[in-house]
């Protein structure tokens, strides 16, 4: 099953691909190595087609949501410290961040798809100031975090 990873806030959240380097704006889909390829790619929960917005977790507080698939972000207990690893993690970090000035407070969650409504393994509220590296966003499976910026 494939892990993945989302996010909740009281703000519209920003979706699309973000870290693949492209040879060109001209030719996005083309890249000089596959490690230029490595990005996370947020999609909301708003279903066009039905024109309304779903939630990815019962477990999430607000309405504007993004998941993402997480096969390059390791669950806890898997660190590997593989540059692929890293680009995502630096990644994700700098989206939370940019979420969290945003916003003040995101839920962060991480679950195997389809057990998004299982019961969590752990839930913590922590400050951003907190977070000091990208790797402090590593979760458990099933791990969920309120983040706050109150200072």
């Not at 989206?95 to 000035?101: K, S, T």
Request: one cysteine or more.
């Amino acid at each position: 099953m494939t892990q993945y990873i989302y996010i909740a806030s009281p703000m519209r959240l920003p979706e699309g691909s973000f870290g693949a380097s492209p040879i060109s704006p001209e030719q996005p889909n083309i890249f000089k190595n596959e490690f230029d390829f490595v990005h996370l790619y947020f999609e909301n929960n708003y279903d066009s087609e039905k024109k309304q917005r779903f939630t990815y977790s019962p477990h999430f507080s607000y309405k504007h949501q993004v998941a993402a698939c997480s096969n390059q972000i390791p669950l806890k207990n898997d660190l590997s410290g593989r540059p692929e690893e890293e680009k995502c993690l630096s990644i994700l970090y700098n989206y939370v961040e940019e979420a969290i000035q945003n916003s003040n407070i995101i839920e962060y969650f991480t679950s195997l798809n389809g057990e998004e409504d299982a019961r969590l393994s752990k839930k913590r509220s922590i400050n951003w100031l907190d977070i000091k590296n990208p790797y402090d966003l590593v979760l458990e499976d099933r791990e969920f975090l309120e983040i706050t910026l109150w200072n």
